[in-house]
């Protein structure tokens, strides 16, 4: 089966660390989606992507996140500098435009910041 | 901002009851999805709706969408332990492909 490649699984990283989580999606996959999830907001939209170009990084803290597809198989998710409020577990998902067969999600990558 | 609210929150039943599983927004959504979440996994599509008044059967679970495409529902029946997880709606407006998920509904089976 194919599936969303999530790197690292588990972050631990001190307060003011630079954090990148990476994401290789399914090849082939146009949309490439960040979520972030915690118990108190559930799974929130950080950014998206299509064919590589930028749509919607309305959810994203702008002055510390960042988000990028370098290329078709690379997706990056950067917190700089990470606080203690950014830990949560941060997903990767991707599928094709239109969405009528879903989005595949990766494993995720648990990050806390201490 | 599009919300979708479900409900319950939480449910702990026994083995071979029967529930349901609500999704509510006040936005009409061209699609609505449904996953299911297990601890350190992603979540996982169950099925798409996409038409009003579609109902979806998959084993034992059935799902619906409403009329107006703004709610859904999740009827599981005769509950196994394997169906614990968190249940997670999901709709999508357009042609924007950006999903809006549901606040979720943890669900537990026991024997």
């Known amino acids: 089966d194919a599936r969303v490649t999530q790197t690292p699984r588990h972050k631990v990283t001190e307060m003011g660390q630079e954090v990148t989580m990476r994401c290789q999606p399914i090849?082939?996959?146009?949309?490439v989606f960040w979520y972030r999830q915690t118990m108190m907001q559930g799974l929130e939209l950080l950014a998206y992507?299509?064919?590589?170009?930028?749509?919607?990084d309305s959810g994203m803290p702008k002055d510390r996140f960042s988000a990028e597809m370098p290329d078709a198989t690379l997706a990056t998710l950067k917190i700089q500098p990470s606080e203690p409020r950014d830990s949560a577990v941060y997903f990767c998902?991707?599928?094709?435009?239109?969405?009528?067969?879903?989005?595949?999600f990766g494993s995720g990558t648990r990050l806390t910041v201490v | 901002t599009q919300l979708l609210e479900q409900s319950p929150q939480f449910l702990s039943i026994q083995e071979g009851e029967n529930l349901t599983v609500y999704c509510n927004s006040s936005?009409?959504?061209?699609?609505l999805q449904w996953y299911r979440q297990e601890p350190g996994e992603g979540p996982v599509l169950l099925v798409t709706?996409?038409?009003?008044?579609e109902v979806k059967k998959l084993k034992r679970l059935t799902f619906q969408f409403g009329d107006a495409r703004k709610d859904s529902s999740l009827h599981i029946t005769a509950a196994q332990p394997g169906d614990t997880g968190l249940y997670l709606c999901?709709?999508?407006?357009?042609?924007?492909?950006?999903?809006?998920f549901g606040t979720g509904t943890r669900l537990q089976v026991t024997l």
């Open positions: 998902a991707s599928g094709f435009s239109p969405l009528v067969y879903g989005y595949t």
């Open positions: 090849l082939g996959h146009n949309t």
């Open positions: 992507f299509r064919n590589r170009a930028p749509l919607d």
């Open positions: 936005s009409v959504f061209s699609s």
């Open positions: 709706v996409v038409t009003g008044g």
């Open positions: 999901a709709g999508s407006t357009g042609t924007a492909s950006k999903l809006t």
